[in-house]
């Protein structure tokens, strides 16, 4: 029998773009937010979400999960960061960083409307 991985989902974004940044995780049906994290694009808002998943999942002690967000071309990247094992932005460099203390057994993308993370930080901002 197979074991399902813990999935950490995440997601970043601002508004405007560029702006403020924020960021959200879900780990375990629980929702972690980090407000006030500087000025940025929405590529810097879905890098700092990624790290800061990483980095809380660690902090609460797991290990061997799956990161799940919406950003492709971020999941794209940190995939590649990995296999290369050499950061080409201080994004990477951040992210690498934290994955040589604990590697992420995986990072996949999946389509907004999945993404538990992107929902609550939608619920900041009703329209």
Not at 55 to 77: K, P, R
């Amino acid at each position: 029998m197979s074991r399902s991985r813990l999935k950490v989902f995440f997601d970043g974004g601002c508004r405007p773009n560029p702006g403020p940044i924020e960021a959200a995780a879900v780990i375990r049906g629980e929702t972690y937010l980090f407000e006030d994290l500087g000025q940025g694009t929405n590529s810097d808002a879905e890098w700092t979400a990624l790290i800061r998943a990483l980095d809380l999942a660690q902090s609460l002690g797991l290990n061997d999960v799956e990161l799940v967000g919406d950003a492709l071309e971020v999941v794209q990247d940190a995939n590649t960061a990995l296999q290369r094992g050499e950061a080409r932005s201080a994004h990477e460099a951040a992210f690498l960083a934290l994955a040589a203390k604990a590697r992420p057994a995986r990072i996949r993308w999946i389509r907004r409307e999945q993404n538990l993370a992107g929902i609550a930080l939608a619920r900041l901002h009703p329209r």
